[in-house]
Nanobody, 122 residues
Framework: QVQLVESGGGLVQPGGSLRLSCAAS????????VGWFRQVPGKEREFVGA????????YYADSVKGRFTISRDNAKNTSYLQMNSLKPEDTAVYYC???????????????WGQGTQVTVSS
């Protein structure tokens, strides 16, 4: 079992930046791929991006490509989601998840954090 805790959410103006962190504990974090997802009320949780266990491969949703960057520091058991040029439509609860495979599909990630709210508004 691996436990995940997100942090770094908050209120930011359009065009601003935030960096979310996903801190892991429990089993060896470096064995897991990390996915980032987001959810707004009334909608399904959607894929944002993912990074492989070694950090050599990343995937992004088209809606965030070029604006968001996922990274990880296995020595610190932490993954990061750097979000730039934020838009109001990026407002959501952001979740990190861990799994054995780097995929777009939320069902392939058995371990989830509790989420952190990101609000983009002027």
């Amino acid at each position: 079992q691996v436990q995940l805790v997100e942090s770094g959410g908050g209120l930011v103006q359009p065009g601003g930046s935030l960096r979310l962190s996903c801190a892991a504990s429990g089993r060896t974090f470096s064995n897991y791929a990390v996915g980032w997802f987001r959810q707004v009320p009334g909608k399904e949780r959607e894929f944002v991006g993912a990074i492989s266990w070694r950090g050599s491969t990343t995937y992004y949703a088209d809606s965030v490509k070029g604006r968001f960057t996922i990274s990880r520091d296995n020595a610190k058991n932490t993954s990061y989601l750097q979000m730039n040029s934020l838009k109001p439509e990026d407002t959501a609860v952001y979740y990190c998840a861990a799994g054995l495979f780097v995929t777009y599909y939320r069902d392939t990630y058995p371990h989830w954090g509790q989420g952190t709210q990101v609000t983009v508004s002027s």
